[in-house]
Protein backbone atom coordinates (compact mmCIF):
# COMPACT_ATOMS: atom_id res chain seq x y z
CA UNK A 1 0.00 0.00 0.00
CA UNK A 2 1.17 3.61 -0.92
CA UNK A 3 -0.62 6.68 0.09
CA UNK A 4 1.74 9.10 -1.81
CA UNK A 5 -1.22 10.71 -5.25
CA UNK A 6 -0.55 9.59 -8.74
CA UNK A 7 1.02 12.10 -10.57
CA UNK A 8 -0.50 12.97 -14.72
CA UNK A 9 0.87 15.28 -17.13
CA UNK A 10 0.35 16.93 -20.08
CA UNK A 11 0.81 20.30 -22.23
CA UNK A 12 -2.21 21.49 -21.43
CA UNK A 13 -5.83 20.08 -20.88
CA UNK A 14 -5.51 16.72 -22.53
CA UNK A 15 -4.37 15.17 -19.46
CA UNK A 16 -7.29 15.38 -18.19
CA UNK A 17 -9.05 12.79 -20.35
CA UNK A 18 -6.49 10.79 -18.23
CA UNK A 19 -8.07 11.83 -14.69
CA UNK A 20 -11.22 11.38 -15.88
CA UNK A 21 -10.76 7.86 -16.41
CA UNK A 22 -8.03 7.40 -13.21
CA UNK A 23 -11.03 8.91 -10.75
CA UNK A 24 -13.65 6.93 -11.85
CA UNK A 25 -11.22 3.32 -11.80
CA UNK A 26 -9.61 4.50 -8.44
CA UNK A 27 -11.84 6.74 -6.63
CA UNK A 28 -9.83 6.63 -3.48
CA UNK A 29 -6.76 8.27 -4.93
CA UNK A 30 -5.42 11.30 -4.56
CA UNK A 31 -4.21 12.87 -8.07
CA UNK A 32 -1.67 15.79 -8.77
CA UNK A 33 -1.62 16.75 -12.42
CA UNK A 34 0.33 19.23 -13.88
CA UNK A 35 -0.73 20.96 -17.78
CA UNK A 36 2.21 22.90 -19.31
CA UNK A 37 -0.30 25.54 -20.40
CA UNK A 38 2.66 28.39 -20.78
CA UNK A 39 4.05 26.09 -23.71
CA UNK A 40 1.36 24.39 -25.28
CA UNK A 41 1.11 23.02 -27.77
CA UNK A 42 3.61 20.84 -27.70
CA UNK A 43 3.01 18.87 -30.66
CA UNK A 44 4.58 21.30 -33.27
CA UNK A 45 7.93 21.33 -31.44
CA UNK A 46 11.49 19.79 -32.26
CA UNK A 47 12.60 16.29 -30.61
CA UNK A 48 14.72 17.99 -28.45
CA UNK A 49 12.40 20.26 -26.95
CA UNK A 50 9.91 18.34 -25.89
CA UNK A 51 12.31 15.86 -24.63
CA UNK A 52 13.07 18.96 -22.34
CA UNK A 53 9.86 20.03 -21.81
CA UNK A 54 8.97 16.58 -20.62
CA UNK A 55 11.86 15.62 -18.05
CA UNK A 56 10.78 19.02 -16.73
CA UNK A 57 7.15 17.89 -16.30
CA UNK A 58 8.37 14.89 -14.63
CA UNK A 59 10.87 16.45 -12.47
CA UNK A 60 7.96 18.85 -11.14
CA UNK A 61 5.60 15.85 -10.24
CA UNK A 62 8.80 13.71 -8.52
CA UNK A 63 9.23 16.91 -6.80
CA UNK A 64 5.92 17.19 -5.25
CA UNK A 65 6.51 13.44 -4.35
CA UNK A 66 4.31 10.88 -6.72
CA UNK A 67 4.06 7.30 -6.44
CA UNK A 68 3.97 6.99 -10.26
CA UNK A 69 3.50 8.94 -12.88
CA UNK A 70 1.03 8.63 -16.14
CA UNK A 71 2.67 10.79 -18.96
CA UNK A 72 -1.25 11.70 -20.36
CA UNK A 73 0.47 12.74 -23.88
CA UNK A 74 1.04 10.98 -26.62
CA UNK A 75 3.46 13.60 -27.78
CA UNK A 76 5.69 13.26 -24.97
CA UNK A 77 5.27 9.31 -24.50
CA UNK A 78 6.48 9.28 -28.26
CA UNK A 79 9.33 11.12 -27.51
CA UNK A 80 11.15 10.82 -24.54
CA UNK A 81 13.62 7.76 -24.67
CA UNK A 82 12.96 4.51 -23.32
CA UNK A 83 16.12 4.57 -20.78
CA UNK A 84 15.53 7.87 -19.47
CA UNK A 85 11.75 6.66 -18.50
CA UNK A 86 13.17 3.51 -17.22
CA UNK A 87 15.57 4.71 -14.50
CA UNK A 88 13.11 7.37 -13.40
CA UNK A 89 12.54 6.07 -9.56
CA UNK A 90 8.77 5.92 -9.89
CA UNK A 91 7.23 4.50 -12.14
CA UNK A 92 6.00 5.95 -15.59
CA UNK A 93 3.12 4.90 -18.00
CA UNK A 94 2.57 6.33 -21.21
CA UNK A 95 -0.68 6.19 -23.36
CA UNK A 96 0.74 4.86 -26.59
CA UNK A 97 1.35 1.03 -26.14
CA UNK A 98 -2.19 0.85 -24.25
CA UNK A 99 -3.89 2.32 -27.05
CA UNK A 100 -2.29 0.58 -29.40
CA UNK A 101 -3.19 -2.66 -28.09
CA UNK A 102 -6.66 -1.84 -27.60
CA UNK A 103 -7.30 -0.79 -31.46
CA UNK A 104 -5.95 -4.09 -32.08
CA UNK A 105 -8.50 -5.51 -29.71
CA UNK A 106 -11.77 -3.56 -31.21
CA UNK A 107 -11.07 -4.05 -34.92
CA UNK A 108 -13.02 -6.03 -37.04
CA UNK A 109 -11.54 -5.24 -40.30
CA UNK A 110 -8.08 -4.53 -39.43
CA UNK A 111 -8.18 -1.00 -40.72
CA UNK A 112 -7.10 1.16 -38.09
CA UNK A 113 -6.48 4.88 -38.20
CA UNK A 114 -4.37 7.12 -36.10
CA UNK A 115 -4.52 10.86 -35.86
CA UNK A 116 -1.86 12.89 -33.52
CA UNK A 117 -0.17 15.78 -33.21
CA UNK A 118 2.68 16.21 -35.90
CA UNK A 119 5.87 15.43 -33.86
CA UNK A 120 3.42 12.30 -32.35
CA UNK A 121 3.39 11.14 -36.21
CA UNK A 122 6.98 12.01 -36.94
CA UNK A 123 8.17 9.63 -34.32
CA UNK A 124 6.60 6.29 -35.82
CA UNK A 125 5.56 5.67 -32.66
CA UNK A 126 1.83 3.78 -32.86
CA UNK A 127 3.09 2.27 -36.23
CA UNK A 128 5.67 0.80 -34.61
CA UNK A 129 3.26 -0.20 -31.52
CA UNK A 130 0.91 -1.56 -33.67
CA UNK A 131 3.32 -4.01 -36.05
CA UNK A 132 4.66 -4.96 -33.37
CA UNK A 133 1.42 -6.78 -31.87
CA UNK A 134 1.04 -10.19 -32.55
CA UNK A 135 -2.69 -10.10 -34.14
CA UNK A 136 -1.56 -13.12 -36.79
CA UNK A 137 -5.27 -13.68 -37.34
CA UNK A 138 -5.82 -10.06 -38.59
CA UNK A 139 -3.19 -8.46 -40.71
CA UNK A 140 -3.47 -4.57 -39.48
CA UNK A 141 -3.33 -1.39 -42.18
CA UNK A 142 -2.50 1.65 -40.60
CA UNK A 143 -3.66 5.41 -41.55
CA UNK A 144 -2.04 8.10 -39.31
CA UNK A 145 -3.00 11.64 -39.99
CA UNK A 146 -1.73 14.82 -38.37
CA UNK A 147 -4.03 17.19 -36.97
CA UNK A 148 -1.74 20.30 -35.98
CA UNK A 149 -4.97 22.87 -35.47
CA UNK A 150 -6.79 20.63 -33.20
CA UNK A 151 -4.72 21.49 -30.17
CA UNK A 152 -4.77 24.89 -30.26
CA UNK A 153 -8.47 25.04 -30.53
CA UNK A 154 -9.70 22.92 -28.08
CA UNK A 155 -7.15 24.79 -25.23
CA UNK A 156 -8.82 28.21 -26.77
CA UNK A 157 -11.97 26.66 -25.60
CA UNK A 158 -14.14 25.37 -28.85
CA UNK A 159 -15.00 21.97 -27.42
CA UNK A 160 -18.98 22.43 -27.32
CA UNK A 161 -21.16 20.07 -29.78
CA UNK A 162 -21.54 21.60 -33.40
CA UNK A 163 -18.47 24.52 -33.41
CA UNK A 164 -18.39 25.38 -37.01
CA UNK A 165 -14.44 25.35 -36.49
CA UNK A 166 -14.00 22.20 -34.96
CA UNK A 167 -16.91 20.81 -37.61
CA UNK A 168 -14.28 22.31 -40.74
CA UNK A 169 -11.18 20.62 -38.96
CA UNK A 170 -12.66 17.59 -38.43
CA UNK A 171 -13.98 16.85 -42.11
CA UNK A 172 -10.80 17.41 -43.26
CA UNK A 173 -8.37 16.14 -41.36
CA UNK A 174 -10.47 12.77 -41.32
CA UNK A 175 -11.30 12.65 -45.13
CA UNK A 176 -8.19 9.93 -46.05
CA UNK A 177 -9.67 7.91 -42.45
CA UNK A 178 -12.84 7.22 -43.79
CA UNK A 179 -11.69 6.88 -47.40
CA UNK A 180 -9.40 4.11 -46.36
CA UNK A 181 -11.87 2.57 -44.10
CA UNK A 182 -10.79 2.35 -41.03
CA UNK A 183 -12.90 0.97 -38.30
CA UNK A 184 -11.08 2.15 -35.31
CA UNK A 185 -9.44 5.09 -34.97
CA UNK A 186 -6.64 5.98 -31.94
CA UNK A 187 -7.28 9.43 -30.72
CA UNK A 188 -3.64 9.41 -30.47
CA UNK A 189 -3.33 12.96 -28.86
CA UNK A 190 -5.32 13.20 -25.26
CA UNK A 191 -6.77 16.73 -26.04
CA UNK A 192 -9.09 14.89 -28.96
CA UNK A 193 -11.45 13.09 -26.45
CA UNK A 194 -12.66 17.06 -25.42
CA UNK A 195 -14.35 17.03 -29.29
CA UNK A 196 -15.04 13.61 -29.56
CA UNK A 197 -18.63 14.21 -30.73
CA UNK A 198 -17.56 15.93 -33.66
CA UNK A 199 -15.16 13.23 -34.47
CA UNK A 200 -17.66 10.48 -33.97
CA UNK A 201 -20.16 12.70 -36.18
CA UNK A 202 -17.82 13.00 -38.58
CA UNK A 203 -16.56 9.19 -39.02
CA UNK A 204 -20.11 7.89 -38.06
CA UNK A 205 -21.24 5.22 -36.02
CA UNK A 206 -19.35 2.15 -37.62
CA UNK A 207 -16.09 3.31 -36.07
CA UNK A 208 -15.05 2.63 -32.64
CA UNK A 209 -12.80 5.31 -31.40
CA UNK A 210 -9.97 4.45 -28.84
CA UNK A 211 -9.14 7.26 -26.13
CA UNK A 212 -5.67 7.45 -25.45
CA UNK A 213 -5.95 9.00 -22.06
CA UNK A 214 -8.14 6.59 -20.79
CA UNK A 215 -6.42 4.09 -21.82
CA UNK A 216 -3.27 4.98 -20.45
CA UNK A 217 -5.30 5.35 -17.03
CA UNK A 218 -5.97 1.99 -17.32
CA UNK A 219 -2.94 0.69 -17.84
CA UNK A 220 -1.39 3.13 -14.83
CA UNK A 221 -4.20 0.93 -12.76
CA UNK A 222 -2.89 -2.42 -13.56
CA UNK A 223 0.43 -1.20 -13.25
CA UNK A 224 -0.41 -0.34 -9.21
CA UNK A 225 -2.65 -2.82 -8.65
CA UNK A 226 0.21 -5.05 -9.61
CA UNK A 227 2.67 -4.37 -8.12
CA UNK A 228 0.51 -3.39 -4.13
CA UNK A 229 0.97 0.12 -4.79
CA UNK A 230 -2.96 1.06 -4.90
CA UNK A 231 -4.35 2.87 -0.89
CA UNK A 232 -6.05 1.28 1.13
CA UNK A 233 -9.49 2.97 0.08
CA UNK A 234 -12.55 3.66 -2.24
CA UNK A 235 -13.19 6.86 -2.03
CA UNK A 236 -12.28 10.27 -0.92
CA UNK A 237 -9.58 10.67 -3.76
CA UNK A 238 -8.77 14.44 -4.02
CA UNK A 239 -7.24 16.14 -7.28
CA UNK A 240 -4.89 19.32 -7.22
CA UNK A 241 -4.30 20.96 -10.81
CA UNK A 242 -0.91 22.47 -11.51
CA UNK A 243 -0.45 24.87 -14.36
CA UNK A 244 2.15 26.93 -15.51
CA UNK A 245 0.06 29.82 -16.98
CA UNK A 246 -2.86 31.56 -15.37
CA UNK A 247 -5.10 28.71 -14.73
CA UNK A 248 -8.73 30.34 -15.24
CA UNK A 249 -9.07 28.56 -18.82
CA UNK A 250 -7.71 25.53 -17.46
CA UNK A 251 -10.45 25.97 -15.12
CA UNK A 252 -13.21 26.68 -17.00
CA UNK A 253 -12.31 24.16 -20.21
CA UNK A 254 -11.18 21.96 -17.93
CA UNK A 255 -14.02 22.07 -15.71
CA UNK A 256 -16.49 21.85 -18.28
CA UNK A 257 -14.91 18.59 -19.16
CA UNK A 258 -14.49 16.71 -15.90
CA UNK A 259 -18.41 18.25 -14.92
CA UNK A 260 -17.18 19.85 -11.83
CA UNK A 261 -16.04 23.31 -10.87
CA UNK A 262 -12.51 23.72 -10.73
CA UNK A 263 -11.90 27.08 -9.62
CA UNK A 264 -10.76 26.51 -5.87
CA UNK A 265 -8.16 23.53 -7.05
CA UNK A 266 -5.62 24.79 -9.88
CA UNK A 267 -2.50 26.92 -8.89
CA UNK A 268 -0.40 28.64 -11.42
CA UNK A 269 3.08 26.67 -10.92
CA UNK A 270 6.36 28.90 -12.45
CA UNK A 271 9.07 25.75 -13.79
CA UNK A 272 12.08 26.17 -13.19
CA UNK A 273 13.93 28.00 -16.10
CA UNK A 274 15.88 25.53 -18.21
N1 LIG B 1 -2.24 16.22 -25.53
C1 LIG B 1 -0.93 16.00 -26.03
C2 LIG B 1 -0.80 14.74 -26.81
O1 LIG B 1 -1.42 13.77 -26.45
C3 LIG B 1 -0.15 17.19 -26.53
C4 LIG B 1 -0.76 18.05 -27.55
C5 LIG B 1 0.14 19.25 -27.86
O2 LIG B 1 0.56 19.92 -26.93
O3 LIG B 1 0.42 19.47 -29.04
O4 LIG B 1 -0.05 14.64 -27.76
Known sequence: MDNRPIGVFDSG???????????????????LYFGDTARTPYGSRSRDTI????????????????????????TVSSTLPADYTAGLPVPFIGVVDA??????????????????????VKS???TRALNALDAPQLP??????ACPLFVPVIENGYVGRGEPIVTALAREYLAPLKEAGVDTLILGCTHYPLIADAIADEMGPGVT??????QGALALR????????????????EVQFY??????????????????????????FTLAAP
Open 99 to 120: SAAAAARATKNGRIGVIATAAT
Open 51 to 74: IRYGQQDVAFLLSRGVKAILCACN
Open 243 to 268: VSDSGENFAEVGGLFLGKDLSGAVHP
Open 222 to 237: DALAGAGRLRGRTSGG
Open 140 to 145: LSVTVR
Open 209 to 214: LIDSGA
Open 13 to 31: LGGLTGVRELARLLPGEDL
Open 124 to 126: GSY
